[in-house]
């Protein structure tokens, strides 16, 4: 299956679970000319009022400095990995089952498909963890 | 489309920037006061005196030996400054302010935990802490001048320490942001050849004390995948004698700095004599592609420069209480957080976390608790407390004299928040322009001289002498409200030596494109291209508009590039959009337009009709395409990225170059078919 597997850097960032928690710190990044491919956010559950904001990709040192700014950092807990494919039905499912064959425990998974492609972000819990996964994907 | 059509559309129109000011003038108490009051210092330091005007900078430091040549240029563009003359940064930022100093805090450590007390080092236990750490780095790391460290460290007190104790050995330090991921620290202990990492367990960031000495481990290792080995790696820890860190020691690689202390307890470590252009720093810059380079930065010449634009330009004196809000890990907190305000023995202010933690109005608790009086950060920081606090300035009894913007065009409605609302109407506000590779400000206002014109840079700063060239190397006159190119004429005693290690990538990058005679010895022939474009009023205030990356100039005209795709993508078809310049007799350059549609939508032309009128309707009609092409699919690199240099490359009949690791190689053959006909 012809896939393109990559590591990313994920910066998460806190929010204010209020009106317009999320669209200050985006605003933030917007101004510093971030193009971004991936936004998650959600509340906090153990840390009420507050939520988290997960982003990628930062390019170039001046992004990068405005979003520390902001408050973000690069994820200690996630080491991700972008996986894009042509989408078919159970593709997620194919790939979720081989990582789960090589008995690699999954952080995170998001998954979206646009047009013909589909795009998966994989969270991990450990460096080797993603290393593994991302040469178990590009054989697939 | 006619020239006339062309040129009947304004710049601001284009460019989405805004237009002039009136200028707002320093109080009388801030001229009172000022270490520069004197306009004469624009002529000192006018053409017909350089190079040696910069003399009254290298005044200010303590010399081993006086210099013999002010500026060599035998090997141009790699300027050296000072030759003959020998110091040492760790020495002018310490030990000569001891004398008179000694119980002076040099620097302010803010936790980001308002909980924890602040620390207050003395320049005497910032001399004792810097010896000790020295001797860490000398006696049991074996580092010797001119060796390379990596430091990837955190905004706490033990950075500026780490930095000067590599300073006082003649050590070449890299500090990477913290922020970076291990990869990417890597990627600079690999380039810079480092042995040794100095690290950190851990620090607060929004509230949380976030594990940072996992990244030394992946660093390490990405770096041994590249038979690049660390030896050592020195833990710094949060809590002195309390690990912070789940990320376990490694035995015979890691050792707690801590610990090693006991060992050097009372070591004091005498300041090597080092050569003016012996290398002192290197900082990597980034684009937003492409490899990592290290800038390198000289002893002498660097010192010089930024203790003096320090002193003249953010107005430090000995008894200021200075804060940048920037963080060392950038070139910014090198420069005027460290060695600039050290050098002058001011009391400057490392703040460890996000300024809006806990709330918008940390800045400003911070700023009365500690008195105070010079401020210095970026538009994000300033955007980011005005909307999450326009009014928590009010709330707190602080003054500032001076502040600082620097990062970025700020506009003109942010600038007046910040002068009226954070500077209370009382301060100087220096709006700074400079990058990473110039070592400290290129374009700004003298805070007491010149007037501050909100959105404007100001002119060159002193020994500073811009220039705008279109793309044909032709000077574009201040007041035409055309932009182009800004360039330096003269080289400057901050200004990076080379690229560590790429010489050639030094010279292609920022002196090729204008250099009249490449094998010239002449500094008037090597003219520095910044990158960035800008526009020069009458006044000679400089507007930046951005990178020249992200623009194409038709007929002395800006067209952001992003504002054009974001055009053609308002059309409903539109998946994917690119745009590449092509060069064009009258205009100079014109933007072709690359459209891949969504699926199940056909190209027509029709279609490509909406999308020209679409461009035309959003921007004006001098952003009209020459071309749209709608494409079955873009060239990408395996990450996905569109390669705009193979469409202009097409576009321009020119070598697309090696296109086989592109994701879609095959692609080139069909756009170059469609656009080229063969």
New interface residues.
Partial sequence: MDM?V??V?VWA??IKDEPGGLA?IL??LK??GADL?FIIARRAPEQPGKGVVFVTPL????E???????????T?SLKSL?V?GNNKPGVAAMLTEKLAAARINLHSVSAAVI??RFILYIGFDS?ADAEKAAKLLEKT | MSVKEVTETSEAEIAVHWGEEEFFHPSPQFIAQANMTDPGILERFGLEHFPNCFKEYADLLTWYEYWHTTLDTSDAPCFKWFVGGRINASYNCVDRHLAKNRNKTAVHFVPEPEGEKIEHVTYQELHVRVNEFAAILRDFCGLKAGDTVTLHMPMVAELPITMLACARLGVIHSQVFGGFSGKACADRIIDSGSNVLVTMDAYYRSGQLIDHKEKADVAVAEAAKEKQKVDRVLVWQRYPGRYSSQTPMVEGRDFFVNDLLKRYYGARIEPVSMPAEAPLFLMYTSGTTGKPKGAQHSTGGYLAYVTGTSKYIQDIHPEDVYWCLADIGWITGHSYIVYGPLALGASSVVYEGVPTHPDAGRPWRIAQDLGVNIFHTAPTSIRALRKQGPDEPRKYDYHFKHMTTVGEPIEPEVWKWYYHTVGKGEAAVCDTWWQTENGGFLCSTLPAIQPMKPGSAGPGVPGIHPIVYDDDGNVVPPGTGKAGNICIRNPWPGSFQTIWRDRDRYVSQYYEKYCKDPKSKRWQDWPYMTGDAAVTAADGYVRILGRIDDVINVSGHRLGTKEIESAAMTVAEVAEAAVVPVKHELKGKEPDLYIALRPGCAPSDELAGRIRDAVVSEIGAIARPRKVWIVSDMPKTRSGKIMRRVLSAISNNADVGDVMTLANPEIVADITRMVQGK
């Fill in positions: 393109i990559e590591h850097d960032a806190p200050n605003s933030g101004n510093a491919d390019r170039g040192d001046t990068v400095s405005a979003a520390a700014t902001l408050g973000f950092n690069v200690s972008r894009e047009g013909a460096a």
